[in-house]
Structures are given as C-alpha cells and as structure tokens.
C-alpha cells in the first residue's frame, strides 16, 4: 500500500508541475497560445515516443521474436504466467545478446513483449528464469511503459520551456528569463522524479512475480547471478545495451558495484541466494552510504541490496 500511495503522490506531484508551468506562462510568458504550443508539443512528443519506442528497442537489442516449436519452454512459461497475471500471452522474442538480462516492452498489454537475451537463459535454472518473466509479466500487467513514458514527458515539457523562454526576445524580458531559469531547475527536479518512479515499478514488478508463484528467493537468486554476469561483461557487450538499461531486470552499469554489495549474502559461496540466506538477510538491519544514497537517486533501478531485502521481507 505505502508502494502504490507514493506512485500515486508521484504522480499528483509531476501534473501539479506541470500546471505550475502552463499557468506561468500563460500569466508571465506569450499567452495562451503559448500555453497551447506547449501542451501540443508534449502530447505529441509523448505519442512518437510511445510509437516508435518497440522499434528502436528492437533494433538496439538485436532482436529476433521466435515461435513456440523454436524455444518451446520459454513459451511454456510466459504463457503460464501471463495466464496467471490475467493478460493476454505477449510476444516472445531472444535478444542474441550474450549480456544476461530480461525485459518487457510494448505499447500496451495487447501490444506487449517479452524479451529474454541468449546470456540469461545459458545463466539461470529454469525456477530463476521463471522468477524473472514473473517480473517482466508484472510490467506489462501494470502498465509501467505507459506510466514512465506519461511521466517522462514532464521533464520534456521542462527543457523545452526553459530553452524558449531563456532565450526569449519579448519585451519583458525579465519574466521571460525567470520563467525560463524556473523550468530548468523543475527539468532537473523532474527528471530525478521520473527515476524515483522507474525505482517504484521496480519494487512492484518484484512483488508481482512473488504474487505469480514464484518463490522470493528464486527472483533473489536471479538477481544475483545477473548482477555477476553483467559485472563480469566486456564493454563491447555494456555498450551494446546502453540504451534499453531502463528496460532490464537489473542495471548493469552498477553491477560492479552491486556484486561487492551482494557476495556477503551468499555465506556458501554457492553463486546463489537460497531461502536460508534470504531469510537471514531479513533480519538485518541495512544501511546505505551517502554516496550510495546519492548514487541510487540518479538511476532507473533501486539499490540490489535493498532490493533483495525487499523481496525478503515477501517471503513466507
């Protein structure tokens, strides 16, 4: 509930923002007209995103969508859990990177995909795997594409504002310049927001693959193991997936710093996190750095331990 309540406040936040913005500069700036530019620009920024966003992630990802005779498991599962999250089965593709992740996109649950890259599947047993579509499954269920990119949009609508107006040539020019100062301070604020709600899905993407069946530590366990491979990853292959980070299971950027995070969890040295090491994580008390404070705000993903000690407190 404090999960759903803080999107929630998010998002009250983000629009009241943005009607700070067309309200000063219907008062200060060019009038409504302006008013009028700004909003369809947004809306239509907003809908070229959401249209051709699929694309460019196939592209990026080299992505092949196959049938269920070619990876008939995969297809197994994701139709399992689709049909317990109550959405329509979406498409199935493997991208032939060998970085191991997942993730789900699309422009809505009928138009959803699922995409597992060639290094997780050769990473992860089939209950971690499974435990990772749960989550990808839960993105789609809860329509976070569509909520990151309506939000995505604010930030947008900042920049623009602030490159017209503080370039402005009005008569009154000083209005023009404090609106325009305004709106890149509120394009900076923003754009942490719509990080702090990427993190948000993140937790409820967790929670949902819980809901779907899978054991927390099995998620737990994939996590872990993709934190070490993408810390172990050239970065030819890093750079191949810059782009699509926000999409994925995990953020490799951070891996490095999340695997030195994380190897005190696995007291067996096994490479995985079992029940047992779940549990005894939730009864430690976690404390992040500053830096590891400050760090965390900039990126679409939460902080891999307090993440994992997330999925510990779900756990039965």
Not at 16 to 32: E, L, N, P, R, T
Not at 55 to 70: A, D, P
Not at 103 to 111: I, L, P, Q
Request: glycine share 6%; net charge positive.
């Amino acid at each position: 509930m404090w999960l759903q309540a803080r999107l929630y406040l998010l998002m009250g936040l983000m629009f009241a923002i943005v009607f700070g913005i067309i309200s000063a500069i219907a008062k200060y700036g060019a009038g409504v007209t302006n008013v009028y530019f700004y909003l369809v620009f947004a809306a239509g920024m907003m809908v070229l995103q959401y249209m051709i966003g699929p694309k460019i992630v196939e592209w990026t990802m080299q992505i092949k969508y196959v049938t269920e005779k070619e990876q008939p498991e995969l297809h197994k599962m994701i139709s399992e859990l689709a049909k317990k999250a109550g959405i329509q089965k979406p498409r199935v593709a493997v991208s032939a990177l060998n970085l191991p992740n997942a993730f789900a996109f699309g422009r809505s649950m009928k138009d959803g995909r699922v995409c597992v890259t060639k290094g997780i599947m050769e990473l992860l047993d089939e209950k971690e795997l499974r435990a990772v579509l749960g989550h990808e499954i839960s993105h789609l269920k809860n329509r976070d594409v569509m909520v990151i990119t309506l939000l995505s949009v604010v930030p947008m609508l900042c920049w623009y504002a602030a490159q017209s107006f503080i370039w402005s040539r009005d008569r009154d020019r000083g209005n023009a310049v404090f609106i325009g100062i305004g709106a890149l301070v509120l394009y900076f604020i923003t754009n942490l927001l719509v990080l702090y709600g990427s993190r948000i899905r993140e937790y409820y993407a967790d929670k949902g693959a819980v809901q779907l069946g899978n054991d927390p530590h099995y998620l737990a366990s994939a996590l872990y193991k993709l934190v070490y491979g993408s810390a172990t990853a050239s970065k030819q292959e890093l750079k191949a997936a810059e782009g699509c980070r926000a999409f994925f299971a995990n953020d490799p950027a951070h891996a490095v710093m999340d695997i030195k995070e994380l190897k005190a969890l696995d007291t067996d040295m096994s490479g995985t996190l079992d029940r047992k090491e779940l549990t005894a994580l939730k009864n430690m008390n976690i404390k992040l750095s500053k830096g590891q404070k400050v760090m965390e705000l900039f990126t679409t993903h939460p902080n891999m331990l307090k993440r994992i000690k997330h999925l510990s407190h779900l756990q039965e």
